[in-house]
Protein backbone atom coordinates (compact mmCIF):
# COMPACT_ATOMS: atom_id res chain seq x y z
CA UNK A 1 0.00 0.00 0.00
CA UNK A 2 2.97 2.38 1.04
CA UNK A 3 4.55 2.06 -2.09
CA UNK A 4 1.54 1.84 -4.65
CA UNK A 5 0.42 5.01 -3.16
CA UNK A 6 3.29 6.83 -2.65
CA UNK A 7 2.88 7.46 1.22
CA UNK A 8 6.30 7.93 2.95
CA UNK A 9 7.39 10.18 5.37
CA UNK A 10 9.16 9.80 9.40
CA UNK A 11 7.37 12.79 10.30
CA UNK A 12 3.14 13.61 10.68
CA UNK A 13 4.11 16.80 8.78
CA UNK A 14 5.93 14.69 5.72
CA UNK A 15 3.49 11.70 6.31
CA UNK A 16 0.51 14.17 5.83
CA UNK A 17 2.13 15.76 2.72
CA UNK A 18 2.87 12.62 1.04
CA UNK A 19 -0.74 11.95 1.11
CA UNK A 20 -1.72 15.11 0.19
CA UNK A 21 0.75 14.65 -3.03
CA UNK A 22 -1.37 11.74 -3.78
CA UNK A 23 -4.70 12.55 -3.71
CA UNK A 24 -4.13 15.85 -5.40
CA UNK A 25 -2.28 13.54 -8.22
CA UNK A 26 -5.35 11.15 -8.74
CA UNK A 27 -3.18 8.17 -6.86
CA UNK A 28 -5.31 7.94 -3.94
CA UNK A 29 -9.45 8.40 -5.55
CA UNK A 30 -11.88 9.43 -3.23
CA UNK A 31 -12.93 6.68 -0.92
CA UNK A 32 -9.62 4.80 -1.22
CA UNK A 33 -8.89 3.80 2.48
CA UNK A 34 -5.35 4.26 4.14
CA UNK A 35 -4.00 1.79 5.67
CA UNK A 36 -4.49 1.34 9.64
CA UNK A 37 -2.48 3.53 11.56
CA UNK A 38 -0.46 0.21 13.17
CA UNK A 39 0.25 -1.02 9.86
CA UNK A 40 1.45 1.86 8.43
CA UNK A 41 3.43 2.81 11.32
CA UNK A 42 5.00 -0.47 11.10
CA UNK A 43 6.00 -0.13 7.16
CA UNK A 44 7.77 3.18 7.36
CA UNK A 45 8.71 2.10 10.60
CA UNK A 46 7.66 5.28 12.47
CA UNK A 47 5.35 5.49 16.37
CA UNK A 48 1.75 4.98 15.45
CA UNK A 49 1.46 8.57 17.16
CA UNK A 50 3.31 9.91 14.74
CA UNK A 51 0.88 8.18 12.29
CA UNK A 52 -2.38 9.25 14.49
CA UNK A 53 -1.07 12.84 13.79
CA UNK A 54 -0.95 13.05 10.67
CA UNK A 55 -4.62 11.68 10.02
CA UNK A 56 -5.82 13.75 11.76
CA UNK A 57 -4.16 17.10 10.41
CA UNK A 58 -5.25 15.14 7.28
CA UNK A 59 -8.76 15.10 8.65
CA UNK A 60 -8.74 18.37 9.98
CA UNK A 61 -8.34 19.94 6.23
CA UNK A 62 -11.37 17.71 4.95
CA UNK A 63 -8.93 15.04 2.66
CA UNK A 64 -9.61 12.16 4.53
CA UNK A 65 -12.44 11.23 6.85
CA UNK A 66 -12.90 8.51 9.47
CA UNK A 67 -15.87 5.93 9.00
CA UNK A 68 -15.54 4.10 12.36
CA UNK A 69 -14.45 0.37 11.51
CA UNK A 70 -14.26 1.88 8.15
CA UNK A 71 -11.03 3.45 8.78
CA UNK A 72 -10.05 6.58 7.11
CA UNK A 73 -10.75 6.88 3.68
CA UNK A 74 -9.91 9.78 1.11
CA UNK A 75 -12.84 12.30 1.57
CA UNK A 76 -15.75 12.28 -1.04
CA UNK A 77 -14.18 15.67 -2.17
CA UNK A 78 -10.99 15.95 -1.00
CA UNK A 79 -9.96 19.81 -0.36
CA UNK A 80 -6.88 19.29 -2.91
CA UNK A 81 -9.03 17.93 -5.67
CA UNK A 82 -11.48 19.03 -7.48
CA UNK A 83 -14.67 16.90 -8.08
CA UNK A 84 -16.16 18.47 -11.73
CA UNK A 85 -19.25 16.23 -13.30
CA UNK A 86 -17.84 14.67 -16.35
CA UNK A 87 -18.16 16.14 -19.28
CA UNK A 88 -22.00 15.48 -21.21
CA UNK A 89 -21.15 12.93 -23.93
CA UNK A 90 -22.02 14.37 -27.39
CA UNK A 91 -25.12 13.85 -28.75
CA UNK A 92 -26.78 13.58 -25.39
CA UNK A 93 -29.58 15.97 -24.01
CA UNK A 94 -27.93 17.99 -20.89
CA UNK A 95 -30.40 17.27 -18.04
CA UNK A 96 -27.79 16.97 -15.58
CA UNK A 97 -26.61 20.39 -15.07
CA UNK A 98 -28.94 22.62 -12.78
CA UNK A 99 -28.47 25.03 -15.03
CA UNK A 100 -31.55 27.87 -15.88
CA UNK A 101 -32.61 28.19 -20.07
CA UNK A 102 -30.58 30.70 -21.60
CA UNK A 103 -33.73 32.17 -23.46
CA UNK A 104 -34.84 33.35 -20.04
CA UNK A 105 -32.00 34.84 -19.26
CA UNK A 106 -31.18 38.50 -19.72
CA UNK A 107 -28.27 40.22 -22.11
CA UNK A 108 -25.87 41.65 -19.03
CA UNK A 109 -26.13 45.56 -18.92
CA UNK A 110 -22.67 46.09 -17.87
CA UNK A 111 -22.08 50.03 -16.62
CA UNK A 112 -20.50 52.42 -19.79
CA UNK A 113 -18.21 53.79 -17.48
CA UNK A 114 -17.37 54.67 -13.24
CA UNK A 115 -15.64 57.33 -12.21
CA UNK A 116 -12.14 56.89 -12.78
CA UNK A 117 -9.09 56.66 -10.51
CA UNK A 118 -9.13 55.29 -6.68
CA UNK A 119 -12.22 54.95 -5.18
CA UNK A 120 -12.54 54.15 -1.45
CA UNK A 121 -14.07 50.57 -1.80
CA UNK A 122 -13.19 49.52 1.58
CA UNK A 123 -14.99 52.56 3.73
CA UNK A 124 -17.70 52.09 0.99
CA UNK A 125 -17.74 48.92 0.04
CA UNK A 126 -21.54 48.89 -1.19
CA UNK A 127 -23.12 50.76 -3.34
CA UNK A 128 -25.92 52.49 -0.97
CA UNK A 129 -28.31 52.32 -4.43
CA UNK A 130 -28.00 48.64 -4.62
CA UNK A 131 -28.10 48.09 -0.75
CA UNK A 132 -31.72 50.07 -0.68
CA UNK A 133 -32.66 48.05 -3.91
CA UNK A 134 -32.00 44.68 -1.80
CA UNK A 135 -33.99 46.40 1.30
CA UNK A 136 -36.77 46.43 -0.92
CA UNK A 137 -36.45 42.69 -2.37
CA UNK A 138 -35.93 40.91 0.73
CA UNK A 139 -38.08 42.91 2.76
CA UNK A 140 -41.13 42.01 1.02
CA UNK A 141 -41.19 38.78 1.95
CA UNK A 142 -40.50 39.40 5.42
CA UNK A 143 -36.82 39.60 5.91
CA UNK A 144 -35.62 41.75 8.54
CA UNK A 145 -33.27 43.81 6.67
CA UNK A 146 -31.72 46.01 9.11
CA UNK A 147 -28.29 44.62 8.17
CA UNK A 148 -27.28 43.73 4.87
CA UNK A 149 -23.96 42.69 3.36
CA UNK A 150 -22.98 41.35 -0.36
CA UNK A 151 -20.24 38.08 -1.71
CA UNK A 152 -19.19 36.28 -4.13
CA UNK A 153 -21.86 33.90 -4.28
CA UNK A 154 -23.87 31.95 -2.07
CA UNK A 155 -21.14 29.40 -1.44
CA UNK A 156 -18.60 32.26 -0.94
CA UNK A 157 -20.96 33.35 1.53
CA UNK A 158 -21.80 30.71 3.52
CA UNK A 159 -17.70 29.30 3.61
CA UNK A 160 -16.94 32.67 4.99
CA UNK A 161 -20.04 32.30 7.56
CA UNK A 162 -18.79 28.92 8.93
CA UNK A 163 -15.39 29.22 9.23
CA UNK A 164 -15.31 32.32 11.03
CA UNK A 165 -18.46 30.77 13.36
CA UNK A 166 -17.14 27.47 13.84
CA UNK A 167 -13.64 25.09 14.01
CA UNK A 168 -12.77 22.21 12.15
CA UNK A 169 -14.90 19.02 13.84
CA UNK A 170 -17.73 21.32 14.63
CA UNK A 171 -20.86 19.39 13.25
CA UNK A 172 -23.25 21.32 10.48
CA UNK A 173 -26.69 19.97 9.82
CA UNK A 174 -27.58 20.22 6.29
CA UNK A 175 -30.79 18.75 3.53
CA UNK A 176 -30.08 15.23 2.88
CA UNK A 177 -30.53 14.85 -0.03
CA UNK A 178 -29.08 18.69 -0.48
CA UNK A 179 -26.48 21.00 -2.59
CA UNK A 180 -23.58 18.19 -3.46
CA UNK A 181 -21.55 21.50 -3.47
CA UNK A 182 -22.27 22.75 0.19
CA UNK A 183 -21.98 18.91 1.14
CA UNK A 184 -18.24 19.05 -0.07
CA UNK A 185 -17.94 22.34 1.22
CA UNK A 186 -18.99 21.51 4.37
CA UNK A 187 -16.15 18.46 3.84
CA UNK A 188 -13.59 20.76 3.00
CA UNK A 189 -13.13 22.96 5.64
CA UNK A 190 -12.92 20.18 8.13
CA UNK A 191 -16.73 20.14 9.73
CA UNK A 192 -18.71 17.46 10.71
CA UNK A 193 -22.12 16.62 8.34
CA UNK A 194 -25.44 15.76 9.94
CA UNK A 195 -28.11 15.23 7.69
CA UNK A 196 -31.48 16.07 8.22
CA UNK A 197 -33.95 14.40 5.84
CA UNK A 198 -36.17 16.71 3.57
CA UNK A 199 -39.57 16.26 2.14
CA UNK A 200 -41.76 18.30 -0.31
CA UNK A 201 -42.23 20.93 2.50
CA UNK A 202 -38.51 20.73 3.04
CA UNK A 203 -36.47 19.70 6.62
CA UNK A 204 -38.46 17.57 8.56
CA UNK A 205 -38.78 19.20 12.33
CA UNK A 206 -38.36 16.08 14.17
CA UNK A 207 -34.87 15.37 12.21
CA UNK A 208 -33.89 18.72 12.57
CA UNK A 209 -34.50 18.42 16.38
CA UNK A 210 -32.16 15.13 16.38
CA UNK A 211 -29.39 16.90 14.20
CA UNK A 212 -29.62 19.98 17.27
CA UNK A 213 -29.02 17.05 20.00
CA UNK A 214 -26.27 15.37 18.03
CA UNK A 215 -24.79 18.91 18.90
CA UNK A 216 -25.27 20.75 15.43
CA UNK A 217 -23.81 24.30 15.65
CA UNK A 218 -24.89 25.41 12.40
CA UNK A 219 -28.16 24.94 10.02
CA UNK A 220 -27.86 25.59 5.96
CA UNK A 221 -31.50 24.94 4.69
CA UNK A 222 -33.63 25.99 1.22
CA UNK A 223 -36.60 27.45 1.98
CA UNK A 224 -37.61 26.59 -1.90
CA UNK A 225 -36.71 25.32 -5.02
CA UNK A 226 -34.40 22.80 -2.47
CA UNK A 227 -31.86 21.15 -4.55
CA UNK A 228 -32.13 18.28 -5.52
CA UNK A 229 -35.47 17.36 -3.74
CA UNK A 230 -37.62 20.51 -5.15
CA UNK A 231 -38.76 20.82 -1.81
CA UNK A 232 -40.78 24.72 -0.37
CA UNK A 233 -41.20 25.73 3.10
CA UNK A 234 -45.00 26.33 3.81
CA UNK A 235 -45.77 28.50 6.50
CA UNK A 236 -46.89 25.33 8.92
CA UNK A 237 -43.32 23.70 8.38
CA UNK A 238 -41.61 27.47 8.84
CA UNK A 239 -43.52 27.67 11.95
CA UNK A 240 -42.56 24.14 13.23
CA UNK A 241 -38.99 24.58 12.27
CA UNK A 242 -38.89 27.63 14.09
CA UNK A 243 -40.34 26.34 17.17
CA UNK A 244 -37.44 23.66 17.11
CA UNK A 245 -34.96 26.30 16.54
CA UNK A 246 -36.17 28.27 20.08
CA UNK A 247 -34.50 25.56 21.97
CA UNK A 248 -31.04 26.86 20.03
CA UNK A 249 -30.44 30.37 19.79
CA UNK A 250 -27.22 30.15 19.62
CA UNK A 251 -27.22 27.65 16.50
CA UNK A 252 -26.48 29.75 13.06
CA UNK A 253 -29.21 29.07 10.85
CA UNK A 254 -27.96 29.69 7.42
CA UNK A 255 -31.33 29.88 4.74
CA UNK A 256 -30.26 30.00 1.01
CA UNK A 257 -33.02 31.04 -0.98
CA UNK A 258 -31.10 30.32 -4.49
CA UNK A 259 -33.37 30.78 -7.18
CA UNK A 260 -35.30 33.30 -6.07
CA UNK A 261 -37.74 34.80 -8.10
CA UNK A 262 -38.00 31.72 -10.78
CA UNK A 263 -38.98 29.03 -7.67
CA UNK A 264 -42.46 29.94 -8.32
CA UNK A 265 -43.54 29.05 -5.01
CA UNK A 266 -43.78 31.86 -2.18
CA UNK A 267 -40.78 32.56 0.43
CA UNK A 268 -41.63 31.33 4.03
CA UNK A 269 -38.30 32.61 5.57
CA UNK A 270 -37.16 31.18 8.97
CA UNK A 271 -36.05 34.57 9.71
CA UNK A 272 -39.35 36.39 9.45
CA UNK A 273 -40.81 37.77 12.57
CA UNK A 274 -37.23 38.08 14.15
CA UNK A 275 -37.34 34.51 16.42
CA UNK A 276 -33.85 33.84 15.40
CA UNK A 277 -30.66 34.44 17.26
CA UNK A 278 -28.30 33.91 15.08
CA UNK A 279 -28.88 34.00 11.03
CA UNK A 280 -28.20 34.95 7.93
CA UNK A 281 -30.83 34.75 4.52
CA UNK A 282 -28.81 34.62 1.51
CA UNK A 283 -30.34 35.17 -1.80
CA UNK A 284 -28.46 35.16 -5.32
CA UNK A 285 -29.41 36.11 -8.80
CA UNK A 286 -27.84 33.51 -11.24
CA UNK A 287 -30.33 31.02 -11.50
CA UNK A 288 -32.46 34.55 -13.38
CA UNK A 289 -29.97 37.33 -14.63
CA UNK A 290 -26.67 34.98 -15.50
CA UNK A 291 -24.19 32.31 -14.20
CA UNK A 292 -21.33 34.61 -14.59
CA UNK A 293 -22.95 37.19 -11.60
CA UNK A 294 -20.69 35.37 -8.77
CA UNK A 295 -22.99 37.63 -6.44
CA UNK A 296 -25.30 37.59 -3.37
CA UNK A 297 -26.63 39.46 -0.69
CA UNK A 298 -27.64 38.84 2.70
CA UNK A 299 -29.75 39.91 5.28
CA UNK A 300 -28.28 38.79 8.76
CA UNK A 301 -27.91 39.86 12.42
CA UNK A 302 -25.84 42.62 13.66
CA UNK A 303 -23.02 39.91 15.23
CA UNK A 304 -22.97 37.81 11.59
CA UNK A 305 -22.75 40.91 9.75
CA UNK A 306 -19.51 42.17 11.85
CA UNK A 307 -18.46 38.49 11.70
CA UNK A 308 -18.17 38.22 7.94
CA UNK A 309 -17.61 41.51 6.66
CA UNK A 310 -14.57 41.55 8.96
CA UNK A 311 -13.40 38.46 7.55
CA UNK A 312 -14.48 39.92 4.06
CA UNK A 313 -12.30 42.69 4.53
CA UNK A 314 -9.23 40.84 4.80
CA UNK A 315 -9.77 38.66 1.81
CA UNK A 316 -10.86 40.05 -1.03
CA UNK A 317 -12.23 42.94 0.70
CA UNK A 318 -14.84 43.90 -0.64
CA UNK A 319 -17.49 42.97 -4.08
CA UNK A 320 -16.39 44.45 -7.26
CA UNK A 321 -18.14 47.66 -8.06
CA UNK A 322 -18.46 46.88 -11.78
CA UNK A 323 -20.23 43.61 -10.74
CA UNK A 324 -22.37 45.86 -8.14
CA UNK A 325 -23.41 47.93 -11.07
CA UNK A 326 -23.89 45.67 -13.56
CA UNK A 327 -27.01 43.54 -10.94
CA UNK A 328 -28.65 46.95 -10.16
CA UNK A 329 -28.54 47.80 -13.88
CA UNK A 330 -30.61 44.24 -14.42
CA UNK A 331 -32.75 44.72 -10.86
CA UNK A 332 -34.24 48.05 -12.18
CA UNK A 333 -34.49 47.05 -15.91
CA UNK A 334 -38.47 46.64 -16.86
CA UNK A 335 -37.26 44.24 -19.72
CA UNK A 336 -35.45 42.16 -17.42
CA UNK A 337 -37.97 42.08 -14.51
CA UNK A 338 -40.79 40.93 -17.14
CA UNK A 339 -38.59 37.82 -18.81
CA UNK A 340 -38.09 37.18 -15.04
CA UNK A 341 -41.60 36.77 -14.20
CA UNK A 342 -42.34 34.91 -16.94
CA UNK A 343 -39.61 32.25 -16.31
CA UNK A 344 -40.81 31.82 -13.26
CA UNK A 345 -44.29 29.85 -14.48
CA UNK A 346 -43.04 28.16 -17.47
CA UNK A 347 -40.29 26.80 -15.35
CA UNK A 348 -42.82 25.31 -13.09
CA UNK A 349 -45.08 24.43 -15.77
CA UNK A 350 -42.09 22.27 -17.57
CA UNK A 351 -41.38 20.78 -13.84
CA UNK A 352 -45.29 19.53 -13.55
CA UNK A 353 -45.45 18.32 -16.93
CA UNK A 354 -42.57 15.52 -16.51
CA UNK A 355 -43.95 14.65 -13.01
CA UNK A 356 -47.31 14.17 -14.86
CA UNK A 357 -46.14 11.84 -17.49
CA UNK A 358 -43.54 10.26 -14.92
CA UNK A 359 -46.80 9.47 -12.72
CA UNK A 360 -49.03 7.81 -15.77
CA UNK A 361 -46.40 5.58 -15.83
CA UNK A 362 -46.53 4.69 -12.07
CA UNK A 363 -42.79 6.45 -11.29
CA UNK A 364 -42.95 8.32 -8.46
CA UNK A 365 -40.83 11.52 -8.49
CA UNK A 366 -40.43 15.18 -6.25
CA UNK A 367 -40.47 18.64 -7.35
CA UNK A 368 -42.88 20.82 -5.49
CA UNK A 369 -40.68 24.11 -6.88
CA UNK A 370 -37.52 24.92 -8.46
CA UNK A 371 -35.94 23.93 -11.66
CA UNK A 372 -35.08 19.99 -10.38
CA UNK A 373 -37.06 16.47 -10.35
CA UNK A 374 -35.46 14.04 -7.65
CA UNK A 375 -37.09 10.40 -8.85
CA UNK A 376 -35.96 7.39 -6.40
CA UNK A 377 -34.25 4.77 -7.90
CA UNK A 378 -33.06 1.52 -6.55
CA UNK A 379 -29.41 1.47 -8.60
CA UNK A 380 -28.46 5.11 -9.97
CA UNK A 381 -25.54 3.61 -12.57
CA UNK A 382 -28.08 1.61 -13.82
CA UNK A 383 -30.81 4.28 -14.29
CA UNK A 384 -28.39 6.54 -16.09
CA UNK A 385 -26.67 4.26 -17.93
CA UNK A 386 -30.13 3.39 -19.15
CA UNK A 387 -31.38 6.87 -20.08
CA UNK A 388 -27.70 7.29 -22.09
CA UNK A 389 -29.05 4.85 -24.38
CA UNK A 390 -31.83 7.07 -25.05
CA UNK A 391 -30.41 9.97 -25.67
CA UNK A 392 -30.45 11.53 -22.00
CA UNK A 393 -28.08 12.82 -19.93
CA UNK A 394 -29.22 13.19 -16.29
CA UNK A 395 -27.38 13.38 -12.70
CA UNK A 396 -26.47 10.08 -10.21
CA UNK A 397 -28.06 11.00 -6.94
CA UNK A 398 -25.19 10.21 -5.01
CA UNK A 399 -23.53 13.66 -5.16
CA UNK A 400 -26.47 14.80 -3.52
CA UNK A 401 -26.97 12.62 -0.69
CA UNK A 402 -25.36 11.60 2.99
CA UNK A 403 -27.41 9.03 3.75
CA UNK A 404 -30.98 9.01 2.20
CA UNK A 405 -32.30 6.77 -0.68
CA UNK A 406 -30.77 6.57 -4.16
CA UNK A 407 -32.29 8.97 -6.74
CA UNK A 408 -31.39 10.83 -9.53
CA UNK A 409 -31.91 14.26 -10.47
CA UNK A 410 -33.29 15.42 -13.56
CA UNK A 411 -33.26 19.59 -14.78
CA UNK A 412 -36.24 20.14 -16.34
CA UNK A 413 -35.53 24.28 -16.83
CA UNK A 414 -34.91 23.94 -20.50
CA UNK A 415 -37.24 20.70 -21.11
CA UNK A 416 -40.01 21.91 -23.16
CA UNK A 417 -43.23 20.79 -22.50
CA UNK A 418 -44.05 18.63 -25.13
CA UNK A 419 -40.84 16.72 -24.55
CA UNK A 420 -41.71 15.65 -21.11
CA UNK A 421 -43.63 12.56 -22.33
CA UNK A 422 -40.95 11.01 -24.20
CA UNK A 423 -38.61 11.30 -21.24
CA UNK A 424 -40.56 9.98 -19.14
CA UNK A 425 -41.26 6.34 -21.28
CA UNK A 426 -37.68 6.06 -21.71
CA UNK A 427 -37.08 6.56 -17.84
CA UNK A 428 -39.51 3.98 -17.64
CA UNK A 429 -37.98 1.66 -19.84
CA UNK A 430 -34.29 2.50 -18.58
CA UNK A 431 -36.06 1.58 -14.55
CA UNK A 432 -37.33 -1.78 -15.83
CA UNK A 433 -34.32 -2.72 -17.46
CA UNK A 434 -32.36 -1.76 -14.07
CA UNK A 435 -34.98 -3.59 -11.81
CA UNK A 436 -34.21 -6.69 -13.98
CA UNK A 437 -30.78 -6.08 -14.04
CA UNK A 438 -30.98 -5.36 -10.00
CA UNK A 439 -33.21 -8.59 -9.56
CA UNK A 440 -36.51 -7.28 -8.53
Known amino acids: MTEQYGITGTT ?46 LRRRGIVVTRGRGGTVVAPAPAVASRRPPPVPEGLRDLAGGLPDPAFLPDLLPPTRLSPGARPHRTAPRLPRLEDAVRQWLGADGVPVEHVTFAHGALDLIGRLLSVELRPGDAVALEDPGYHHLLDLVTALGLRTLAVEVDGEGMRPESLQAALKAGARAIVCSPRAQNPYGGCLS ?32 LHSLTAGGHLGRWAHVATVTKYLGTDLRWAAAACDATTLARHDGRLLLTSGWVSHLLQETVLALMTDPATRALVERAGPTYAARRHALLDALARHGITAHGNSGMNVWVPVRDESAVVNGLRTHGWWVAAGARFRIGSSPGVRITTAALPEPEAPRLARDFAAALAESQTTYGG
Open 12 to 57: AKALSASVERAVADGALAPGAALPPVRRLAQDLGISPGTVATAYQE
Open 235 to 266: SARRDALVAVLAGAPDVLVVENDHAGAVSAAP
